[in-house]
């Protein structure tokens, strides 16, 4: 049963809006999963399988509660950043996970600050519900931390684009309705000017998708091709050749999803987080000098948190993420690198190798070896992607210099040919 949007808007007061939440909750959340979380994250997983969440989601996303800062028209609930800090720490406990990560903290931003209100109609509401799950497709295989010499083009035709060329590491693009795409529609000029920023439909004629397996066994990642597809006009955001711009949003918000702890985004790519380490090593029993890393990363995560929580603010009271957004990326890819590691070595042998006769060893697929892989192993493969998904360490650090620090851009001998003129 779908629930109605909550009766809550920026007049309520903090007590009106404690009282209606709570009461959303024991009407529409199932009684095992509010029984399940006090136990915290790991406890809810047990009881709530992942499919039966995506059934449900659908209410979760009607109350208003997935987009609480939002227009109402748009999904939301349109209340102020403190006022949605109310809301929120009722249904905390929960972990009331938002689907469609890569819609909201992706393609909704640039919406928001380029699109058209008919543009906004029509794809948030939805991009809400996780009826349409979106994916992006920036990079390519010749243009990956120098995201601007992206080689796709788009030519117009009348009311259409035609889109032809390769996107490469799309995540979830194979399970993806519609994805966010940057082309060159003008080749005449320097590399940053000539780009367009569309939204694109992956149910379109002259659209394949590849799926490419990562070392941890699962697939997350896409090579897609695109070969003359037709995209409406009105599926183009922004003004022509304007698609770097547009494209700021979108990459500010993709930073802050993958800043960790405190970013409101994905919490972590790759393994657990510190408490499920520190419960796991109380469980155990571990020495000092086990102690002493799991305190400094325990440390860390803390930092990363409050660093985090700064941009969080930011964003509610009306503004962008911005070059600081990199702050988080740059620390989250480093100390989720050490702490799946640590988990790895903490967990020992038992990590990395199996004895005869396990479930991995009767079957010859590799998708069966990822299901019985160890946990921790799997965290620790994954997270050697962090440094390089969401923008590159090395990219994020210059963001960091030159943005954050007022440091001067390196040089680009190249910066004001024309795109066609560049070496490649």
Same mark, same amino acid.
């Given at each position: 049963m779908n629930s109605e949007r909550l009766p809550i808007d920026s007049s309520s007061s903090d007590d009106e809006i404690r009282a209606a939440v709570a009461d959303w909750v024991a009407e529409h959340v199932p009684q095992s999963w509010r029984d399940a979380a006090p136990g915290g994250r790991r406890a809810i997983r047990e009881v709530r399988p992942r499919k039966d969440y995506e059934a449900w989601y659908? +209410?979760?996303?009607? /109350?208003?509660?997935?987009? =609480? +800062?939002? *227009?109402?028209?748009?999904?939301?609930?349109?209340?102020?950043?403190?006022? !949605?800090? &109310?809301?929120e720490a009722v249904i905390a406990p929960l972990n009331l996970g938002r689907l469609n990560p890569l819609g909201l903290h992706n393609t909704a931003p640039a919406l928001f600050a380029h699109g058209t209100e008919e543009q906004r109609l029509r794809f948030l509401p939805p991009m809400v519900a996780n009826q349409e799950r979106w994916c992006q497709m920036f990079s390519e295989p010749g243009a990956g931390s120098d995201l601007a010499s992206l080689a796709m083009r788009a030519e117009r035709d009348g009311d259409e684009w035609i889109l032809t060329g390769q996107k490469v590491w799309s995540t979830w693009a194979h399970e993806s309705e519609f994805a966010i795409c940057l082309a060159r529609t003008d080749p005449t000029v320097p590399k940053r000017r000539g780009i367009t920023y569309f939204l694109v439909d992956l149910s379109s004629p002259g659209v394949e998708v590849r799926p490419l397996r990562h070392i941890?066994?699962?697939?997350?990642?896409?090579?897609?091709? %695109?070969?003359? #597809?037709? #995209?409406?006009?009105?599926?183009? &955001?922004? =003004?022509?050749?304007?698609?770097?711009? #547009?494209?700021?949003?979108?990459?500010?918000?993709?930073?802050?999803? &993958?800043?960790? !702890?405190? /970013?409101?985004?994905?919490?972590? @790519?790759?393994?657990?987080?510190?408490?499920?380490? %520190?419960?796991?090593?109380?469980?155990?029993? @571990?020495?000092? #000098?086990?102690?002493?890393? %799991?305190?400094?990363?325990? /440390?860390?995560?803390?930092? $990363?948190?409050? +660093?985090?929580? $700064?941009?969080? !603010?930011?964003?509610?009271?009306?503004? +962008? *993420?911005? *070059?600081? !957004?990199?702050i988080g990326k740059v620390q989250q890819s480093q100390i989720n690198q050490a702490l799946q590691l640590a988990a790895a070595d903490l967990a020992g042998m038992g990590s990395v190798a199996w004895m005869p006769g396990d479930p991995s060893e009767e079957q010859d697929s590799i998708e069966a070896w990822a299901a019985h892989m160890p946990y921790a192993s799997k965290g620790m493969l994954r997270s050697r992607a962090n440094t390089i998904e969401g923008g590159t360490t090395e990219v994020n650090k210059n963001v960091i210099g030159e943005k954050v620090l007022g440091l001067p851009r390196e040089p680009d001998p190249y910066h004001a040919l024309a795109w066609q003129d560049v070496p490649r």
């Amino acid at each position: 049963m779908n629930s109605e949007r909550l009766p809550i808007d920026s007049s309520s007061s903090d007590d009106e809006i404690r009282a209606a939440v709570a009461d959303w909750v024991a009407e529409h959340v199932p009684q095992s999963w509010r029984d399940a979380a006090p136990g915290g994250r790991r406890a809810i997983r047990e009881v709530r399988p992942r499919k039966d969440y995506e059934a449900w989601y659908p +209410t979760f996303a009607a /109350s208003g509660l997935a987009v =609480t +800062t939002w *227009p109402v028209e748009y999904g939301g609930l349109d209340l102020p950043p403190a006022k !949605a800090r &109310v809301a929120e720490a009722v249904i905390a406990p929960l972990n009331l996970g938002r689907l469609n990560p890569l819609g909201l903290h992706n393609t909704a931003p640039a919406l928001f600050a380029h699109g058209t209100e008919e543009q906004r109609l029509r794809f948030l509401p939805p991009m809400v519900a996780n009826q349409e799950r979106w994916c992006q497709m920036f990079s390519e295989p010749g243009a990956g931390s120098d995201l601007a010499s992206l080689a796709m083009r788009a030519e117009r035709d009348g009311d259409e684009w035609i889109l032809t060329g390769q996107k490469v590491w799309s995540t979830w693009a194979h399970e993806s309705e519609f994805a966010i795409c940057l082309a060159r529609t003008d080749p005449t000029v320097p590399k940053r000017r000539g780009i367009t920023y569309f939204l694109v439909d992956l149910s379109s004629p002259g659209v394949e998708v590849r799926p490419l397996r990562h070392i941890g066994g699962e697939i997350d990642f896409n090579e897609v091709w %695109l070969e003359e #597809v037709r #995209v409406p006009d009105f599926y183009r &955001v922004g =003004t022509a050749g304007d698609g770097w711009r #547009v494209a700021g949003a979108t990459l500010a918000g993709e930073r802050q999803m &993958v800043a960790g !702890a405190g /970013s409101g985004g994905v919490d972590r @790519i790759g393994g657990g987080g510190i408490d499920s380490l %520190l419960n796991q090593a109380q469980q155990d029993g @571990i020495g000092p #000098v086990e102690r002493d890393r %799991l305190m400094r990363l325990y /440390s860390e995560e803390k930092i $990363r948190a409050w +660093t985090n929580d $700064r941009v969080r !603010a930011t964003i509610k009271a009306g503004g +962008t *993420p911005g *070059p600081a !957004a990199s702050i988080g990326k740059v620390q989250q890819s480093q100390i989720n690198q050490a702490l799946q590691l640590a988990a790895a070595d903490l967990a020992g042998m038992g990590s990395v190798a199996w004895m005869p006769g396990d479930p991995s060893e009767e079957q010859d697929s590799i998708e069966a070896w990822a299901a019985h892989m160890p946990y921790a192993s799997k965290g620790m493969l994954r997270s050697r992607a962090n440094t390089i998904e969401g923008g590159t360490t090395e990219v994020n650090k210059n963001v960091i210099g030159e943005k954050v620090l007022g440091l001067p851009r390196e040089p680009d001998p190249y910066h004001a040919l024309a795109w066609q003129d560049v070496p490649r």
